[in-house]
């Protein structure tokens, strides 16, 4: 099941945009998230999903766009 | 005051440790001033910023290890800056561009969170009759607000900044003088310091990959400086993984020591060549 708007709607929670005007290109610098924010995400993207990232996949440099953190994350998430 | 274009993402190759720096880069940057010199005096051992942090407990808001970017761009003649204090926002003709103070509480309301400090400063983009624009470094945003819901955020302080005239090479050449002698007299010792504070690990890493990354940026105008590409990545990581534990509040201590022993070998490594690349192009012994 695709759950990229769930996604998109944790990524909005926070940025400072909403989910609709969340494009998958856009970088999280752009919607407000900054390095410190992309911890917070990606914790919060734990917690709402019920996942655990390893280690390796959260090296920030590979996490630079919304359309990244949601290809991640659909990896993390049941078929 | 001058019209500036928004572009957010020319912070992303900017690096400050505040939001004045933030703003004052922006402008040099957009008006192709050779600001990269200006982070030749941003050089600190990591033995002195660790010290900073865990030892003196400082925090990361009023980091003074380094000169202020501003300081070192007044000092070169590249520009003129002024704090006032005035109740209502009023754009002074002898000056370029204006950086205003807002309530910590519109920081608050618009964006969701606190800013680092309470004397958090936007910059004024453009202006017409009714409307201001101004920009944000932290989060990064643009608002375009009436006069009158600008002057109510608006919180009784202004940076005035003119612009003078870019770096002279007889600046950059005692800029470099001043780099060499900093790398050569730098505490670069291996100490141990005892890790017992998340926050104050987390902050003196902040410090620590923004003044690297303009060490990268200066000497790259000097020297290739591709061998430091892997650390400064591992930098971010090591700042991510800290901040993890933190909001996990699963502060492992012992794991942070490894990794700041880590962190404090390579950063010695890093300067060693440094200093052997920066000695061979420019026959000092450094």
């Not at chain 1, 992309?38 to 019920?50: F, G, P, Y």
């Not at chain 2, 780099?179 to 504070?197: A, C, G, K």
């Amino acid at each position: 099941m695709d759950r990229t708007f769930e996604i998109m709607q944790i990524i909005a929670s926070v940025s400072i945009v909403s989910a609709e005007d969340i494009c998958l290109e856009d970088t999280l610098a752009s919607i407000g998230i900054d390095s410190l924010k992309k911890v917070e995400l990606i914790v919060a993207l734990e917690d709402m999903l019920d996942i655990t990232f390893e280690d390796a996949d959260l090296d920030p440099a590979k996490l630079t766009c919304a359309g990244d953190v949601v290809d991640l994350t659909q990896r993390y998430l049941p078929e | 005051m001058r019209n500036i274009d928004i572009d957010l993402d020319r912070f992303n190759s900017l690096y400050s440790l505040s939001c004045v720096e933030s703003y004052m880069l922006y402008i040099l940057d957009a008006n192709q001033y050779h600001f990269q010199h200006l982070y030749a005096q941003s050089y600190a051992g990591i033995a002195e910023i660790l010290q900073y942090f865990l030892w003196d407990k400082k925090v990361y808001a009023y980091y003074d290890g380094v000169p202020r970017l501003q300081r070192t761009a007044i000092a070169h003649g590249v520009l003129a800056m002024q704090t006032v204090q005035c109740s209502d926002i009023c754009t002074d003709p002898d000056y370029d561009f204006f950086m205003l103070k807002l309530h910590p509480e519109y920081i608050k309301k618009t964006y969701g969170a606190a800013a680092w400090r309470d004397d958090h400063y936007v910059l004024l983009t453009g202006y017409d009759d009714r409307h201001r624009t101004y920009i944000n470094d932290s989060p990064r945003d643009y608002r375009t607000l009436t006069c009158g819901e600008l002057e109510q955020a608006y919180a009784g302080s202004m940076i005035k900044l003119k612009l003078l005239g870019d770096l002279s090479d007889r600046s950059a050449d005692l800029l470099l003088e001043d780099f060499l002698t900093r790398i050569r007299d730098s505490l670069n010792t291996d100490v141990i310091i005892p890790i017992e504070d998340g926050i104050a690990a987390r902050d003196a890493l902040a410090v620590l990959r923004i003044l690297r990354r303009r060490m990268y940026v200066y000497c790259t105008q000097y020297i290739s400086c591709d061998f430091m590409k892997a650390y400064l990545r591992k930098l971010d990581k090591c700042f991510s993984a800290i901040e993890y534990m933190r909001l996990r509040r699963s502060m492992d201590f012992s794991k942070l020591a490894e990794m700041f022993q880590m962190v404090q070998h390579q950063d010695m490594e890093i300067l060693d060549i440094i200093k052997r690349k920066m000695g061979e192009q420019y026959g000092q012994n450094i």
